[in-house]
């Protein structure tokens, strides 16, 4: 059975007189998995789960604990909640484990552990479906630029807080990609706005930019043809002392796959069966395509060719009177937005 993170303490509530044996948390966003156990920790607890085994599953973790816990009784005779942090993947080991301990006759126990979030080769094994057929599988939200602002919108909405308009436009600005940073700005806000109004003054005084971008994202921006954004992103990473061998090479990955699409198309190919050859994942699909409308198999080669003397430069490669690599970095960026050169 699958429930969302933000209906896992009512679904508990309501079934409590036939509760899963398991609960399989998985996300990337570790704020929003730990709200929903919290949650599933008081709800349990009033319904008598009153003792907490934890383990976490690091190198040399023995899984025989985990269904050894499940057939242990306890000395109390009280209903335990046995905890399991996964902090990377299971393994053969854990995926036997876990698969055992859904075999294990209906006990008083339940079982809940925090992972990654799954991908689709995980989602179709076998240890998976029976996990799913005797448990409750919990998927955390991967919250994108695009949905951030309405997520932002429904936290604050939840701490009983009126914002003026700007403020979930200048907020998002400011903390795009960081949940964490965003939930405490937030909580903070709660203190500061006791009436509980959010101006836009309120948040240029208490606001840092927090936003946490990566060279993917930059990559990203740049695909999707919004130079504004890139020019966001190249400002941050520049700002962190991010080295540009790193920019540039998810810059060039990217151009190659640009260019090994087009070239494609161009030949006849169907764009449905290239994305699928390259691993063009369905998140993804949208902002190449994007970039494919604007760019032709000729001018992808050309930028592959500029991108591969940047490259060899800022490896020491090659040295070629360039100017400043950052600029560079703008400009390639700017290309791949469909721009002939930074204004």
Request: glycine share 6%; aromatic share 6%; proline share 2%.
């Amino acid at each position: 059975m699958r429930v969302s993170t933000d209906e896992l303490a009512a679904r508990l509530s309501s079934n409590q007189s036939s509760l899963p044996a398991m609960l399989l948390l998985n996300g990337n966003e570790a704020l929003l998995i730990e709200e929903a156990l919290d949650q599933a920790r008081e709800v349990l607890k009033s319904l008598g789960f009153s003792e907490r085994i934890k383990y976490q599953a690091e190198a040399g973790f023995d899984w025989a604990q985990i269904t050894g816990a499940g057939q242990a009784m306890s000395l109390f005779a009280e209903r335990r909640i046995i905890e399991l942090r996964v902090p990377k993947s299971l393994g053969t080991a854990g995926t036997k484990a876990l698969s055992e301990f859904c075999e294990l006759p209906t006990s008083d126990d339940i079982l809940i552990v925090q992972m990654p979030a799954l991908d689709k080769r995980q989602r179709n094994a076998k240890w998976f479906k029976a996990v799913e057929s005797k448990g409750w599988v919990v998927d955390g939200p991967e919250i994108s630029a695009q949905q951030f602002p309405m997520w932002l919108k429904k936290r604050l909405q939840s701490r009983s807080l009126r914002v003026e308009n700007g403020v979930i436009e200048l907020m998002s600005a400011q903390l795009e990609g960081n949940v964490m940073a965003a939930a405490q700005e937030v909580d903070k806000l709660q203190v500061l706005a006791p009436d509980g109004a959010v101006t836009i003054k309120l948040v240029n005084d208490s606001l840092a930019d927090q936003a946490q971008f990566d060279v993917y994202a930059l990559a990203d921006a740049s695909l999707a043809g919004d130079l504004t954004r890139v020019m966001r992103i190249k400002q941050r990473l520049q700002s962190e002392g991010v080295e540009p061998v790193i920019v540039v090479w998810a810059l060039v990955r990217d151009i190659r796959l640009l260019c090994a699409l087009a070239a494609g198309i161009a030949g006849g190919q169907q764009r449905a069966m290239l994305f699928k050859q390259h691993r063009v994942w369905r998140n993804r699909e949208a902002i190449v395509n994007a970039a494919l409308q604007r760019l032709n198999a000729n001018q992808c080669y050309e930028l592959l060719e500029r991108a591969a003397h940047l490259d060899q430069t800022v490896k020491g490669q090659r040295y070629v009177d360039i100017g400043d690599t950052w600029f560079q970095i703008e400009t390639l960026c700017a290309g791949l937005c469909g721009m002939a050169e930074i204004a």
